[in-house]
């Protein structure tokens, strides 16, 4: 089994994914502070009881012996970006607020980062388990 395609590794591929496509729609909420008519916009977040039902039976790992546990994580690299305007618009139609926006990047920084440093940890003590 190749170390990348650990179900929990893949999870965390996913998260940071996530968080990536995250940071650049919120990127482009903050170049279009002052275009008029402009609506601030984010992403769907990820959905716990969709990750589950990615995760059923016959999309699970092989197993061979009955103490296996078969999990998967979801293969889904787009993500939904809907309208979510910061605050009531200004006299030009622009909705967004800087503030919330540069409060958003920097929340959605953090969590790259813990995501970021768990694979990191996750992957030493793996190889650490095999003897490297």
Do not use: C
Request: proline residues 5%.
């Amino acid at each position: 089994m190749n170390l990348p395609d650990v179900p929990l590794l893949s999870m965390l591929r996913e998260r940071m994914s996530w968080l990536h496509q995250r940071q650049d729609v919120l990127s482009q909420n903050v170049a279009n502070a002052d275009t008029p008519g402009y609506v601030a916009r984010d992403l769907k977040p990820l959905n716990f009881e969709d990750a589950l039902k990615a995760a059923s039976p016959g999309n699970s790992l092989m197993t061979t012996n009955a103490r296996h546990i078969g999990i998967t994580a979801a293969q889904n690299s787009s993500f939904d970006a809907v309208a979510s305007p910061d605050s009531e618009n200004n006299p030009n139609g622009n909705a967004v607020s800087l503030e919330v926006e540069m409060i958003k990047v920097s929340d959605t920084q953090a969590q790259f980062q813990a995501a970021a440093n768990l694979y990191a940890k996750a992957m030493t003590l793996m190889k650490t388990a095999i003897g490297h």
